[in-house]
C-alpha cells in the first residue's frame, strides 16, 4: 500500500511539471505572438491610411469631373442620335410606335394561344382548399398555364423585333434590349402571382387578406420595372456609347428610386409585415422583440440607406467589384421577408413530417423552429455586415486574413454551424427513438397501479440507454469539433485525457465494474423497464435503468438505486406468467370433496367473465388440504395468470369462494386459543383472588400469541407480494 501510495505521488507529480511547462510555452508563444501582432497591426494601419488617401484624391478627381460633365451635355448627342437613328423627332415616334407595335404583336400572340385556357383560369380564381397538396397543385397548375402565356408573348415579340427593322438599324438594337425588360416584368409578375395570389384567397399560401395580397403584389412589380429598367437601360446606353462619367451618375439616381420603393412598401404594409412575422404571443412578455417590433422600420431605413450611400459612392468613384460585392448585400436585406418566411414554411413542414412525430418532439417544435430561424437570420444578417466592413474598409478584411480578429470571427461562425448541425441531428434522433417508447409515466411511478405487471419489450427498455450513449457520443465529438474550430489542437488533448484517464481510471475501478455488470445484465435481458424484480434482497418495479445502476420503486413508495456490481441474482416476477396460491381455513368436520366442487364451479365462473376470463392461463382449482393447525384444516387452491393480473383475480376468488361456502353452509374457521394452567385446582376451590390471577395469565397469554402473530403477518408485508397492503 505504501509503495502504491509513493507510484500515485510520482504520478501526479509527472502531471503537475507537464502542465507546468505546458503553461510556461503557452505564455511565451503568446509573448512572441503579441509582439507580432502588434508590428503588423501598425503595418496594416498605414497601408488603410495610404488608401484612404488615394480614395479621397479619386473622389475629388471625379467630383471635378462630374462638374464638367453636368455643365457640358454636347458628348450625350451621339448616343441619342444612334437610338433615335439620326432622324430627330420622327425616329422618337418610330420608335414609341416599334415600341408599341412590339408589345401588342406579343399580346396578341398570347391572347390567341391561351384563349382556352380562360375557363380553367376562371376555375382557379373560385378554387379552395385547406390541404397543402391540393393548393400546391392548383398553383402549379396555373404557374404552368402562364408561363407558357409569357413564353408566346416572347416569342411573339421577338420575332416582331427581328423583322419590323433592318438588321444594321440602331432601334433594332433598342427594340432587342426592351425585349428583357418586358420579359422579366412578366416572370416575376408569374411568380408573384402564384406566391401572394391577390385574386384567389383559397389556394393563397400566405397568411394574408386579399386586399395587403394585392398591395405587395403591385409594389413587387413595380419595384421588378424599375429594377428591369435601370439594369437594361445602363447596359443599352453603354453599348450606345455613352461616356462613363454619364453612367456613373445615372445608376446611382436610379438605385436611390429603388431603395425609395422598397422603403415606402415596408412602410405602407408594416402591419401586414408584422402579422405575418408574428409567430407567437412571445413578443408580448419580450422586451428586445417588442423594442425590435416598434423600431425595425427606422431599423430598415437606415440600413439600405447606408448600403445605397456605400454603393452609390464605390459606382462614382469606378469601384465596380466592391459595388457588385455590396449589391448582393443589398438584395439579401430585400429578400430578406421572403427568405425568412419561406424558411419558416419549409421548418413547419419539416416538423410535421409523420417521422419526427414523438411524445415530446410537438412540444420541442416550437423552439427547433425559433433556433434554426434565429440562426438563419443571425447568418444573413452577419453576411451582410461583413460585406459592407469590407467595402468600408476597402479591402481591409482581406488584409486581416491572418489576424487574430479575422480567425476569431471565422471560428465563431464555425462552432454556430456546428453547434446548429448538432442540435438538429439530436433532435432527429431523439424523435426517432422517442417514436418507438411509450409514453413517460409519471414521475414515481403510477400510484395506482397493480405492480408486477408485464413490463417493456427489449427494444423499449435499451432505446433509453441508446439514447444516452449517443447523446453523450455527441456532446464529445460536438466539443472536440469546436476546439478544433476554435484553433484548438485536439491530438494533444486526446493524448493527454488517455493520461488522466489512467489515472483516473485507478479510482473509478468500481463504476467500471457497474457498467460491464450492467452490459452483460441488458444482453441476457434479465430484466426490462416496467418488471417487478427482486434483486440484492430489494424489491420493486423496475422504473429507471442507467449506465451503472438501476432505479426501482417499491409497492410503498420507496425508491431504492442498486449499483449493477451489487446484483448477483435477479428473480424476475413479470415474465410470462404467473402461478398465485391462495390458503383459507375450515373446520375440521369440513366435507373435502364438497370444497373442491365449490372451487372448481367458482373457477369455472370466472373463466366465463368477460374481464377476468381473458386474463387465465389455467383456471383456479383446489389443491385440497395441505395441513392441518390447532382449530382448523388449512386448504390451498391456486391459479395461473398473466403478470399484473394476480391481484384483482385474487380478490376476486376470495370474495367469489366465500360466497359460495357461506352458500353451501359452510363458513371460514377462527383461531382459538387454549390456555392451560398447570397443577391449577377446580373452579369451586379456588378463591377469588386466584381466579383472577388465573384470568390474568390467560389474557396476558392471548395478547402474546396475537402480538406474535401480527408481527409475523407485518413482516410478510415486505417479502410478499406487492399488494399484501391492499
Not at 439514447?467 to 456532446?475: A, G, H, K, T
Not at 406468467?577 to 369440513?590: G, I
Request: proline fraction near 3%.
Amino acid at each position: 500500500m505504501i509503495a502504491k501510495g509513493r507510484d500515485f505521488r510520482w504520478l501526479w507529480c509527472r502531471l503537475g511539471l507537464l502542465l507546468l511547462c505546458c503553461l510556461a510555452g503557452v505564455s511565451s508563444a503568446a509573448t512572441l505572438q503579441s509582439s507580432d501582432y502588434n508590428t503588423q497591426a501598425n503595418a496594416r494601419a498605414a497601408t488603410m491610411l495610404q488608401q484612404v488617401r488615394e480614395q479621397s484624391s479619386m473622389f475629388q478627381g471625379r467630383v471635378d469631373e462630374a462638374r464638367q460633365a453636368l455643365s457640358d451635355f454636347s458628348p450625350l448627342e451621339p448616343v441619342w442620335g444612334r437610338i433615335t437613328d439620326y432622324r430627330g423627332t420622327s425616329g422618337v415616334l418610330m420608335l414609341v410606335g416599334l415600341l408599341i407595335g412590339m408589345v401588342l404583336v406579343g399580346y396578341l400572340v398570347e391572347r390567341l394561344v391561351s384563349w382556352r385556357m380562360r375557363s380553367v383560369e376562371a376555375r382557379l380564381e373560385d378554387a379552395r382548399s385547406e390541404e397543402l397538396a391540393t393548393r400546391l397543385g392548383y398553383i402549379g397548375l396555373r404557374l404552368m398555364m402562364d408561363l407558357i402565356r409569357v413564353l408566346f408573348y416572347g416569342l411573339g415579340a421577338w420575332f416582331f423585333a427581328l423583322y419590323s427593322v433592318e438588321e444594321d438599324n440602331p432601334m433594332r438594337v433598342v427594340l432587342l434590349a426592351a425585349l428583357p425588360v418586358a420579359m422579366t416584368f412578366r416572370l416575376v409578375r408569374v411568380f408573384s402571382r402564384a406566391l401572394f395570389a391577390p385574386h384567389a384567397k383559397g389556394i393563397r399560401m400566405l397568411p394574408l387578406a386579399c386586399h395587403p395580397a394585392q398591395s405587395f403584389h403591385h409594389w413587387v412589380l413595380l419595384f421588378t420595372l424599375v429594377v428591369a429598367l435601370n439594369t437594361h437601360g445602363a447596359n443599352l446606353l453603354f453599348d450606345m456609347g455613352t461616356p462613363e462619367i454619364y453612367l456613373n451618375l445615372l445608376v446611382p439616381i436610379n438605385g436611390l428610386i429603388m431603395t425609395a420603393i422598397a422603403l415606402v412598401c415596408l412602410v405602407r404594409n408594416r402591419a401586414s409585415l408584422e402579422f405575418i412575422f408574428n409567430d407567437s404571443t412571445r413578443c408580448q412578455n419580450d422586451t428586445v422583440r417588442r423594442a425590435i417590433l416598434q423600431s425595425w422600420p427606422v431599423m430598415a431605413t437606415v440600413w439600405l440607406l447606408v448600403l445605397w450611400l456605400v454603393w452609390s459612392y464605390n459606382i462614382f468613384t469606378g469601384n465596380d467589384m466592391l459595388a457588385e460585392r455590396l449589391s448582393r448585400a443589398w438584395w439579401l436585406t430585400i429578400l430578406f421577408p421572403l427568405i425568412d418566411r419561406v424558411f419558416n414554411a419549409c421548418l413547419r413542414k419539416l416538423v410535421a413530417l409523420p417521422f419526427l412525430q414523438s411524445q415530446t418532439f410537438r412540444a420541442r417544435s416550437e423552439r427547433f423552429i425559433s433556433i434554426l430561424q434565429n440562426g438563419l437570420r443571425l447568418l444573413m444578417l452577419s453576411v451582410a455586415l461583413v460585406t459592407l466592413l469590407d467595402v468600408l474598409g476597402y479591402g481591409a478584411w482581406r488584409m486581416m486574413e491572418n489576424s487574430m480578429v479575422h480567425q476569431l470571427g471565422q471560428a465563431l461562425i464555425n462552432v454556430l454551424i456546428i453547434a446548429l448541425v448538432a442540435y438538429v441531428a439530436w433532435e432527429m434522433i431523439q424523435s426517432l427513438i422517442e417514436r418507438h417508447l411509450p409514453e413517460e409515466s409519471l414521475e414515481g411511478g403510477n400510484l395506482e397501479g397493480e405492480g408486477g405487471g408485464t413490463g417493456a419489450t427489449r427494444t423499449e427498455t435499451l432505446l433509453p440507454l441508446l439514447r444516452s450513449f449517443i447523446l453523450v457520443i455527441l456532446v464529445v465529438t460536438t466539443v472536440l469539433s469546436m476546439l478544433n474550430a476554435l484553433g484548438v489542437q485536439i491530438g494533444p488533448l486526446l493524448a493527454g485525457a488517455g493520461v488522466v484517464g489512467i489515472a483516473v481510471g485507478f479510482g473509478a475501478q468500481k463504476l467500471v465494474q457497474d457498467i460491464i455488470s450492467g452490459v452483460f445484465f441488458l444482453v441476457d435481458d434479465a430484466f426490462r423497464r416496467g418488471e417487478y424484480i427482486e434483486v440484492a434482497g430489494l424489491k420493486g418495479t423496475v422504473e429507471k435503468i442507467a449506465l451503472r445502476s438501476m432505479r426501482l420503486r417499491h409497492h410503498l413508495g420507496a425508491v431504492q438505486t442498486i449499483p449493477y456490481s451489487e446484483i448477483a441474482t435477479v428473480k424476475n416476477l413479470s415474465r410470462d406468467w404467473v402461478t398465485m396460491k391462495l390458503e383459507f381455513r375450515l373446520p375440521y368436520d369440513t366435507d373435502v370433496e364438497q370444497v373442491r366442487r365449490i372451487v372448481k364451479k367458482v373457477g369455472l365462473k370466472m373463466l366465463e367473465d368477460e374481464e377476468m376470463g381473458p386474463s387465465f392461463l389455467l383456471p383456479l382449482k383446489s389443491q385440497g388440504v395441505m395441513r392441518v393447525e390447532e382449530s382448523a384444516l388449512i386448504f390451498r387452491m391456486k391459479f395461473t395468470t398473466k403478470p399484473g393480473e394476480q391481484w384483482v383475480i385474487r380478490r376476486e376468488a376470495y370474495r367469489l369462494v366465500k360466497e359460495a361456502l357461506e352458500a353451501a353452509g359452510l363458513s371460514f374457521a377462527h383461531r382459538a386459543v387454549h390456555v392451560l394452567m398447570p397443577g391449577a385446582a377446580s373452579a369451586e376451590t379456588l378463591t377469588p383472588e386466584e381466579m383472577e390471577a388465573q384470568a390474568s395469565a390467560a389474557a396476558t397469554a392471548v395478547a402474546s400469541s396475537v402480538a406474535a402473530e401480527e408481527a409475523r403477518r407485518q413482516s410478510r408485508v415486505d417479502e410478499t407480494t406487492p399488494s399484501d397492503d391492499r
